[in-house]
């Protein structure tokens, strides 16, 4: 079976992902993520200083990556999100503009305003999600979606107002329906969303729930999660 686990940011996907691969035994796939390319795609730049064109060159980047591994693991595996996840991204920044930091103070429904190089953005965007889209039809048997339900990480690279995740959770569940992808939400702690996953799935546990997340503590302890201006500092 090959499962992505879907989400917006800081909705504890990577985690769970690795959870769940020591609770089943689904090998997990692999793919940088946007803040390990940043360095050579933008180098001295935070994602938010990123112009139209560095952006497109790590979607790109991620999105292929993305798909090497996949089929690797054609068989069976289990995915930190998918390709939608970097498509919803620059979507999103069409409508939020390019630094969305900048952008925080608009209300609901509000969009800044949309210049030469976002409109180009937007273009490009929209016909990467129709490529994306038809990827993840293929790649994928199913979604198992985290409901947004923990606090937005404040760790210096990731999106930095809740308007950008919320529109991009609702843009993500709007295009699963799309593509009428099976879609099921769980929630809780880890230990929850993996005996809610298994019990979905029918997937046979090898070990216990809690030793499943002590294992990816162990592992998520080696990601590198420092900010871009940590990492220009070193």
Not at 184 to 211: N, T, W, Y
Request: glycine share 6%; aromatic share 6%; with cysteine.
């Amino acid at each position: 079976m090959r499962i992505g686990i879907s989400g917006t940011y800081s909705s504890g996907k990577t985690f769970t992902s690795m959870a769940l691969s020591h609770y089943t035994g689904l090998p997990r796939t692999r793919a940088r993520t946007m803040r390990e390319i940043l360095p050579e795609a933008a180098p001295g730049k935070t994602l938010e200083e990123c112009t139209a064109a560095e952006l497109i060159q790590m979607i790109v980047t991620r999105h292929v990556e993305r798909a090497v591994y996949e089929d690797k693991l054609s068989a069976g595996f289990i995915s930190d999100g998918s390709s939608l996840q970097e498509w919803i991204y620059g979507s999103v920044r069409v409508s939020l503009g390019l630094n969305p930091s900048a952008s925080a103070h608009l209300s609901a429904g509000e969009t800044v305003e949309k210049t030469p190089e976002l409109a180009f953005f937007e273009e490009v965007m929209t016909s990467l999600g129709n490529s994306f889209k038809r990827h993840v039809q293929n790649s994928f048997d199913v979604f198992v979606h985290l409901k947004n339900e923990l606090p937005l990480s404040a760790d210096g690279h990731r999106p930095v107002n809740d308007q950008f995740r919320n529109m991009s959770d609702a843009i993500l569940q709007q295009t699963m329906d799309e593509l009428g992808m099976p879609f099921h939400v769980v929630s809780g702690s880890v230990e929850d969303r993996l005996e809610q996953i298994a019990s979905l799935f029918k997937l046979e546990p090898r070990m216990s729930p809690e030793d499943a997340a002590r294992l990816a503590s162990e592992e998520y302890a080696q990601l590198d999660v420092r900010s871009e201006k940590e990492r220009v500092l070193q």
